[in-house]
């Protein structure tokens, strides 16, 4: 029994050696194996939670945010819902290439591969880098045709809000109730607010309510963009750009400019507080 264990003992610090001495490709790889499994999937569980996690945020920036805004409505939950499809598919084809990369340093480097192969194509395996791309760009692209095909088919709306963008403000005007007025940047803001977002006049609007936003400028290029709620429509001197959103709850959703329009381009917030359809009502016959 003594024998035999020292016998076993022997193979091991045997194997061990060889590992060491000769750095077999087979042995690197088979360490480098044993190590990958063991942490792999606890990373990758780990860094998918600290993703997902970072991705539910209130309707504004957030220090030290990763992912997107917390959605406003069904459309920005289904471009999230999309945007994290795409980052699992993009981190296992960066793994695959990555381990593959790494294989190939080990098993075929000048020690391990003194000879190297004159082999100068291979058809199955050109066919196979060829095809597999194509059907993955194929699978995200029915996905993404019909998230594009929902946001640009506008429904019957409830009610239609103008904004106009100038140096550097925005105008609101509803028609429906003739009501307009502009909305600056606040520059003197409290312990509370948020800094070069708060605005003097908020675009009120009711939740539960299909908007159609007409977009256009007074003078320059701008864009109305508020990415909680999933909208961004440029806004051209002389063109009128159409959209739309629905707000699901109630709350204070920022955004801001998103073309560059001048010197202050970066004082453009946009503000836009959502209520009931009551409370609606009532601020529309306080104006």
Not at 95 to 105: E, G, K, P, R, S
Request: with cysteine; charged share 20%.
């Amino acid at each position: 029994m003594q024998m035999n264990f020292m016998l076993h003992y022997h193979d091991r610090l045997a194997g061990t050696h060889r590992c060491r001495t000769k750095l077999n490709s087979r042995c690197i790889f088979g360490m480098f194996s044993k190590y990958i499994n063991r942490f792999s999937s606890s990373y990758l569980v780990s860094l998918l939670i600290v993703f997902f996690a970072t991705c539910a945020h209130a309707s504004g920036p957030e220090q030290w945010q990763l992912g997107f805004q917390e959605a406003g409505n069904n459309f920005m939950r289904k471009v999230t819902a999309f945007q994290n499809l795409i980052f699992i598919i993009m981190f296992l084809i960066v793994l695959f290439v990555t381990m593959i990369t790494i294989y190939v340093l080990i098993r075929y480097n000048k020690k391990s591969n003194p000879v190297p192969s004159t082999t100068s194509h291979n058809t199955a395996i050109e066919i196979a880098w060829t095809l597999i791309p194509i059907l993955i760009v194929i699978a995200i692209s029915f996905p993404s045709i019909k998230l594009l095909s929902y946001s640009e088919k506008i429904p019957e709306a409830d009610m239609t809000i103008k904004v106009a963008g100038y140096q550097w403000y925005w105008n609101y005007d509803y028609p429906d109730y003739e009501i307009n007025y502009d909305s600056n940047i606040v520059y003197d803001i409290s312990e509370n607010q948020r800094r070069l977002l708060e605005v003097d006049n908020r675009l009120i609007l009711p939740v539960g309510t299909v908007i159609r936003v007409l977009v256009s400028s007074g003078d320059v290029i701008h864009s109305f963009g508020v990415p909680s709620l999933g909208v961004k429509r440029d806004a051209i001197p002389g063109k009128i750009n159409e959209t739309w959103f629905e707000i699901d709850k109630e709350g204070v959703y920022y955004g801001q400019c998103y073309e560059l329009c001048g010197a202050y381009h970066g004082f453009m917030p946009i503000v836009i507080e959502a209520i009931s359809k009551d409370d609606f009502k009532k601020w529309v016959k306080s104006q």
